[in-house]
């Protein structure tokens, strides 16, 4: 059955405008950010600069476009975490403050990403996760794995601040060492 | 005995140093960063523009060495509570970290100190207290109160980061809780 005529413009515009994300992600994981240019894109994509106009106004539109991709990746990432984590849920709980940490010390803001991560969709990106956490925290609370004094919403702030450190840590195994003492904090005593 | 007159004259410069100092101090509180100008201090300390220019180049002179003034005089604070608080070590730790979270909560950085934040001063004074904490969980390790698994300085830094929650805590006792949650983060389990 054909499609209907909407439905594959619709899909047109949204490979458009994934080309676009991925040629920015490439771009900026080899040369930085400040390789990203309306030109290069229209290059590096073959999608004429004209049409890329209609689709971006300006650089800054393409690269908040692609870094509320990433960070919505990052979430996405975060839940698969939780769903393929097996055992109690202070292991679903370690595991995916596991995979948050290691993205903080993988991808340690630069001069030129810290202006982004001022944005707006990075707030509700960290609304979202604060919310993700705090659930999780919630369910170690009920199954009595975890400690039930402090309300989980704020225990979920307490993690996500101390695993910041993991931002200028030198290795992995400090980052999962970190993790440990982070999640020590949430047991019942 | 009549002083020698070097010593005078250094008194007197460090005298001259604190009234502009306290006179910032007091701007700042009731007025903000903005208020902080050669000619209001020059009038509110009763000092001369031509000498208030050969202690300080500018405003910014100015305003660095009140904020530098005050990172200092929190370390001091969090030295004078490690020394007064009785009990072992992690009582101490538990103390100093509380004193720490409330200064952060109370001093809530806006868009005028977000970047003295950045100033080299502020990275040798958090350098200093690292090391301070360090050596407090360090004692604690000693006296086999706290986790010895993993190394002093980096659950230093893992206290430090998560007490930056104490931010946008809304209440003291909110401050109180995340900073046992911290401290039972190093906790011997």
Redesign the interface.
């Known amino acids: 059955m054909p499609k209907l005529w909407n439905e594959t413009i619709e899909e047109h515009r949204k490979a458009v405008r994934e080309a676009v994300m991925d040629a920015t992600a490439t771009l900026v994981a080899h040369h930085g950010l400040a390789a990203v240019t309306m030109s290069r894109i229209a290059e590096d994509t073959g999608i004429g600069r004209a049409t890329l106009y209609k689709y971006f106004p300006d650089v800054q539109a393409i690269i908040l476009a692609w870094h509320e991709r990433q960070i919505l990746r990052h979430l996405e990432q975060l839940a698969e975490v939780r769903e393929r984590t097996v055992g109690g849920a202070a292991d679903r709980l370690g595991a995916v403050l596991g995979a948050y940490a290691l993205i903080l010390h993988d991808h340690e803001p630069t001069v030129d990403t810290a202006a982004l991560h001022r944005g707006e969709h990075v707030g509700r990106a960290q609304h979202q996760l604060t919310g993700f956490v705090t659930d999780l925290i919630a369910e170690g609370v009920g199954r009595g794995e975890l400690?039930d004094d402090?309300a989980a919403d704020?225990?979920a702030?307490?993690c996500?601040?101390?695993?910041?450190?993991a931002t200028?840590?030198p290795t992995r195994d400090?980052v999962q060492?970190?993790v440990?003492?982070?999640v020590?904090?949430?047991?019942r005593?």
Chains 1, 2 share one sequence.
């Open positions: 400690r402090i704020e225990l702030r307490y996500l601040h101390a695993l910041t450190a200028g840590l400090g060492r970190l440990q003492v982070t020590d904090g949430l047991r005593r």
